[in-house]
């Protein structure tokens, strides 16, 4: 069975309707322009998303899936013939169609490369900033020099050991400021950026819910991605091209490889990806 899909939304209600029908042959995802290959083509991370998804599909259904594959955004005769022997073959369960042929991932040791160093100045913007990860990093940008912090989260300064925090960033030399924002809330999230105008963002804001696809309500789901993929999508928008000194946004290889129970997650972090 192929599906041609263009979000994680529309992924997942057909990954739950193949299993609701006890369909018997194996799922393949098909997307367009979902994978940036280097030199050829760009991609959309809303379907970039759907890849994070098909990964842990392939997890939690080994016996029902197929596999994943990308098609240019207006694939010709000779993509459609190539996608068709893909599909055919069923050696490998992500392949990405290009002008050239075809791609396939593998896992590869990094080149070593020169880090750039970066040091904190100014005010520096830390969404989900008083969650564990978001405290990690603020005290991390307190050490490394004088700035000044601003953390939101939802509940802001009501967070739980958000005034242990803010004490302890204070005793590192930093000035704080926590304030509640939720940065799925676009109107709310602009008007944290005009008060606060950033020097740096780190986006480190984010939920986990554990539950397997087959069971993942669109409230879950939503829960799940949102404060990722709309707080990123958000703040890349409304800082347009100002200069920042940097722009962090916080991924998890669950996005990469898949992870069991975590589709929403891995979704999340491959649209952060992309």
């Not at 970039?48 to 998804?53: E, N, Y």
């Not at 704080?176 to 963002?201: K, N, Q």
């Not at 916080?250 to 589709?263: D, E, L, R």
Request: proline content about 5%; some cysteine.
């Amino acid at each position: 069975m192929v599906a041609c899909v263009d979000d994680p939304v529309g992924a997942l209600s057909v990954v739950q309707a193949v299993g609701d029908a006890a369909v018997t042959g194996r799922l393949w995802l098909v997307t367009r322009g979902a994978v940036p290959v280097p030199g050829d083509r760009g991609c959309t991370p809303d379907r970039a998303a759907v890849w994070g998804l098909g990964r842990v599909a392939g997890l939690e259904r080994p016996r029902s899936w197929g596999g994943l594959v990308d098609l240019p955004a207006d694939p010709g005769d000779r993509d459609l013939t190539l996608l068709a022997d893909i599909l055919a073959r069923g050696e490998e369960d992500q392949v990405v169609v290009t002008g050239d042929g075809a791609l396939v991932p593998r896992l590869v040791r990094a080149s070593s490369r020169e880090a750039r160093e970066w040091k904190p100045r100014g005010t520096v913007l830390v969404t989900g900033g008083t969650g564990a990860l978001g405290g990690h990093v603020a005290r991390w940008l307190a050490a490394e020099g004088p700035c000044r912090l601003v953390l939101t989260s939802r509940q802001g300064p009501a967070a739980p050991g958000a005034g242990e925090l803010a004490a302890e960033l204070t005793d590192l030399g930093a000035e704080v400021e926590i304030i509640a924002c939720d940065v799925t809330d676009r109107e709310a999230l602009r008007t944290v950026l005009a008060e606060h105008s950033p020097d740096a963002v780190v986006h480190t804001a984010g939920a986990g819910i554990l539950t397997d696809l087959d069971h993942c309500t669109a409230e879950q789901f939503a829960e799940a991605t949102d404060a990722k993929l709309l707080g990123a999508a958000h703040l890349d928008e409304l800082l347009g091209d100002r200069k920042l000194d940097a722009f962090v946004l916080f991924s998890s290889i669950a996005g990469v490889w898949g992870s069991s129970g975590q589709g929403a997650y891995a979704a999340a972090n491959a649209y952060l990806d992309a």
